[in-house]
């Protein structure tokens, strides 16, 4: 098993739809998580990080971490074209350097 | 404000060649990770450095190797290229845990 199971997609919505994307992990020892967007041939961008269950919002975008279920969730409200990229999950443990990425979701925000 | 910034952008070398990549972080940035992203993959760690010495390394062979600057400044050494380096080379710089990432560099072996 994966340390970090993403789904590739590709995701195809229609603009102004709510986007859910999500990955589930193995490792209890993750207490750190990321969320990256990459757009094609460009380096990955962070977009949320967070290091606790629950919710964090920051504008559009909405990152939930449900650690007794080991899932994690990225929420966008209102969705743009531009919108449209590869997104990555990411996490990391304490004392631990690396950051263990997901393979990505490709989104299609559909004008 | 320059970000983390990566050379050459792309990079054409033969199977059995060296390769060095470059990578200066951003502006108050002490440490430098490096990651190997192959076409449809998440990026994988390989190494990183801090204070001019290797804290830690990924599951990648002796071949990788690197080196950290005074001025933080990183490059990243991969001898006998085989087919199967042919990837998108990233660097991320931090000072704390969040990690930034540059543009990479495109990494093509024939």
């Known amino acids: 098993q994966k340390e970090v199971e993403q789904d590739p997609g590709p995701l195809s919505v229609p603009e102004g739809a709510i986007v859910s994307l999500n990955c589930t992990y193995s490792?209890?020892?993750?207490?750190?998580f990321m969320w990256y967007r990459q757009y094609s041939r460009k380096g990955p961008e962070l977009l949320m990080y967070?290091?606790?269950?629950g919710n964090k919002e920051d504008g559009r975008f909405t990152a939930q971490v449900d650690k007794s279920s080991k899932y994690i969730s990225l929420f966008i409200r209102d969705s743009q074209p531009s919108d449209s990229a590869t997104y990555l999950c990411?996490?990391?443990?304490?004392?631990?350097?690396?950051?263990?990425f997901g393979k990505g979701t490709r989104l299609h925000i559909l004008p | 404000d320059a970000g983390v910034t990566q050379s050459p952008t792309h990079l054409i070398k033969t199977r059995g060649q060296q390769v060095t990549l470059r990578c200066s972080p951003k502006?108050?940035?002490?440490?430098v990770s490096w990651y190997q992203q192959a076409l449809g993959q998440g990026p994988q760690f390989i190494f990183q450095?801090?204070?001019?010495?290797?804290?830690q390394r990924g599951n990648f062979p002796d071949r990788f190797s690197g080196h950290q600057f005074p001025n933080y400044s990183s490059e990243l050494n991969v001898n006998a290229l085989l087919l199967g380096d042919s990837a998108l080379y990233l660097c991320?710089?931090?000072?704390?845990?969040?990690?930034?990432f540059g543009p990479g560099t495109r990494l093509t072996v024939t």
């Open positions: 990411a996490m990391s443990a304490p004392r631990d350097d690396k950051i263990i």
């Open positions: 991320a710089s931090s000072r704390a845990l969040e990690q930034y």
């Open positions: 967070t290091y606790s269950s």
């Open positions: 490792n209890s020892a993750f207490q750190y």
């Open positions: 502006s108050g940035h002490d440490t």
């Open positions: 450095y801090y204070e001019e010495e290797e804290r």
